[in-house]
T-cell receptor
Framework: AQSVAQPEDQVNVAEGNPLTVKCTYS??????LFWYVQYPNRGLQFLLK??????LVKGSYGFEAEFNKSQTSFHLKKPSALVSDSALYFC????????????????FGTGTQLKVEL | NAGVTQTPKFRILKIGQSMTLQCAQD?????MYWYRQDPGMGLKLIYY???????DKGEVPNGYNVSRSTTEDFPLRLELAAPSQTSVYFC?????????????FGSGTRLTVV
């Protein structure tokens, strides 16, 4: 079984300040980890993913995420938040490798609403 | 390249009515998925398919049916709509040859059952 926890329903940050959106996961074996962003009335858009190697992953729009195996975490970060970053963010996990018949299913967290204010 | 296309974008159904949510992708992805999104609940997998003619249940399949007659299309059918099926529905696809690949999502269908 695999699961994702996003402990914060909402994160508020002032524009220009750094932001962190937290994610912890549980999966048997090694993980593939993903962050997606959803703007109002839109589908989910891919931000970044961790496959292997460097624990710091850089993605779109200046976002990055840090993989921490010992803490089973994959927190999303950005050094300087913008009002336009306000959106719903989802973390997702899948066990590494090709699972025959498994369909490469992703398990998503419940989402964190990020609000960036002036 | 359209990616994943969902129709309709919005729909209001009366209790007991039926409808089909359409999903089509033009990326030749064998894997396709249907999720529902409810506030505070994240995305829950309804059904998925690993190729034409092959479908399987996800976490919340009750009240839904799917078929996969072609690689491109993966429609989701609601036979007897209930208020509990009021939700936003997302279709997604992925490439099984990319083991680290994520999903490409459609823009969603917002369904209200009254």
């Amino acid at each position: 079984a695999q699961s994702v926890a996003q402990p914060e329903d909402q994160v508020n940050v002032a524009e220009g300040n750094p932001l962190t959106v937290k994610c912890t996961y549980s999966v048997s074996g090694n993980p593939y980890l993903f962050w997606y962003v959803q703007y109002p009335n839109r589908g989910l858009q891919f931000l970044l993913k961790y496959i292997t190697g460097d624990n710091l992953v850089k993605g779109s729009y200046g976002f990055e995420a840090e993989f921490n195996k010992s803490q089973t975490s994959f927190h999303l970060k950005k050094p300087s938040a913008l009002v336009s970053d306000s959106a719903l963010y989802f973390c997702a996990v899948r066990r590494r490798g090709i699972l025959t018949g498994g369909g490469n299913k992703l398990t998503f967290g419940t989402g964190t609403q990020l609000k960036v204010e002036l | 390249n359209a990616g994943v296309t969902q129709t309709p974008k919005f729909r209001i159904l009366k209790i007991g009515q039926s409808m089909t949510l359409q999903c089509a992708q033009d990326m030749n992805h064998n894997y396709m998925y249907w999720y529902r999104q409810d506030p505070g609940m994240g995305l829950k997998l309804i059904y998925y398919s690993v190729g034409a003619g092959i479908t399987d249940k996800g976490e919340v399949p009750n009240g839904y049916n799917v078929s996969r007659s072609t690689t491109e299309d993966f429609p989701l059918r609601l036979e007897l709509a209930a208020p509990s099926q009021t939700s936003v529905y997302f279709c997604a696809s992925s490439d099984p040859t990319d083991s680290a690949g994520g999903y490409t999502f459609g823009s969603g269908t917002r369904l209200t059952v009254v």
